[in-house]
Each structure stands twice: as C-alpha cells, then as structure tokens.
C-alpha cells in the first residue's frame, strides 16, 4: 500500500520546493522490494560513498523527521520482534523500577550474556512486546528509543547495518527511497 504525502519544509535542503512523498508501508512488498533492490542498494552505498558524511547527516535527518512520524510503528513491531536489545544498566534499573522488580531479579530473568560480553534481552521477540505493542514503553530500553538511529550523527558510517535492516524496517525502507531520490541516485518518477 503506498501513501502519497505532499509536504513542504523551510529546511536548507526543502526550501523553495514541495516534494511528493511516496511511502510503502506494507511490510510484505517492503521484504519482496527489498530483495529486489539488493544490487541497487549495493550501488546506492557506492554512491552515498562519495558524500561528506556532516553534509549526508543534513540530507537524512529531515526526510527521517518527515517520515518517522507517518510510520505507524504499533502496526510493526518488527524492530522488536527480531533485534536482539542491548540492555544497559541504567535500563535495566529503569525497567525493573516501572515493572517493580528487585534490578537482580529481573537481571535473572530477563537478561542474558552476548557473545560480545553485553547485556541483551533473553527472549525474541522481547517478552514486553504484546500486539505488536511495547507494554512498558515508558521505561523502555535506550536502544529502543534510539532506533532506527537516523536522528543520530553519521549516517554514513552507519550506512551498512542500516541497508541490513531496509527490508524489515518501514522507517528505514522510506527513508532510503527517499535519500535516493534527493542526492540524485534515482529521479522522482522512479518511485515504484
Ligand atoms: S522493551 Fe518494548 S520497545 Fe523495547 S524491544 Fe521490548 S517491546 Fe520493543
Ligand atoms: S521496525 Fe521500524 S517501523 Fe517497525 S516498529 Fe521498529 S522502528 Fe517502527
């Protein structure tokens, strides 16, 4: 299913224009594009490697603050269904305070080791998800809030986990599209 969302934005990069929009947001012809758009997206890297990376970071954070927000992440979930959730201490004391729990006991119950030697979440997907719904969102996890990252510096250097995550994340899947469209890789007619 795709949206058509004509917007308009006073940044540098949208000034003086009014772009078209186009989302997909059906999670299935996200996962068949995507497979489709391997070897397009191996050369989109190629492209975006000939960027400034400060310059790139202002390219990708206003389609991303555009585009988050018109992504229904409730109707997803898929982020917390198949990453495997880093857990921080204070995270960890954060989430046991909200679910009342001694930060031991919850440790015990619901954390385990990575291989790395990190905290992460024992079950995927994550026990506290439920209809595609975080039950704890209040006290959910730093990685959690921070993902899918595109509001972060360097994009560029995150460039590659995150074409990993394209076909399972809406947010990432449009934002990309549209990356491709404004540095040029592809014209405003190629959306598909
Ligand atoms: S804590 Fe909530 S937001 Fe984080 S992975 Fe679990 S269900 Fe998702
Ligand atoms: S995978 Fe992306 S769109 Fe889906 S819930 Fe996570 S952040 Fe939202």
């Known amino acids: 299913m795709h949206i058509f969302c004509v917007h308009s934005a006073s940044n540098r990069l949208f000034s003086a224009k009014i772009y078209t929009i186009y989302l997909e947001i059906d999670t299935a012809v996200i996962a068949r594009k995507a497979l489709e758009k391997e070897d397009e997206n191996d050369a989109f890297r190629d492209h975006l490697g000939n960027y400034n990376a400060d310059y790139l970071d202002e390219l990708v954070w206003p389609i991303a603050e555009t585009i988050t927000p018109l992504i229904d992440c409730t109707a997803c979930g898929a982020c917390c269904r198949s990453l495997m959730i880093n857990v921080t201490d204070s995270d960890a004391l954060r989430m046991s305070d909200g679910i009342q729990m001694k930060a031991e006991e919850f440790k015990s119950e619901f954390l385990e080791e990575s291989i790395g030697g990190q905290k992460i979440m024992k079950s995927m997907p994550c026990h506290f998800l439920q209809n595609n719904q975080c039950t704890q969102y209040e006290y959910r996890f730093t990685e959690c809030r921070e993902f899918p990252h595109l509001h972060r510096k ?24 549209e990356l491709k469209i404004v540095t040029g890789f592809k014209d405003n007619e190629a959306h598909e």
């Not at 074409?163 to 934002?175: D, E, G, K």
């Open 154 to 177: 360097n994009f560029k250097g995150r460039l590659f986990g995150t074409l990993v995550h394209y076909a399972m994340c809406p947010i990432i899947y449009n934002v990309v599209e």
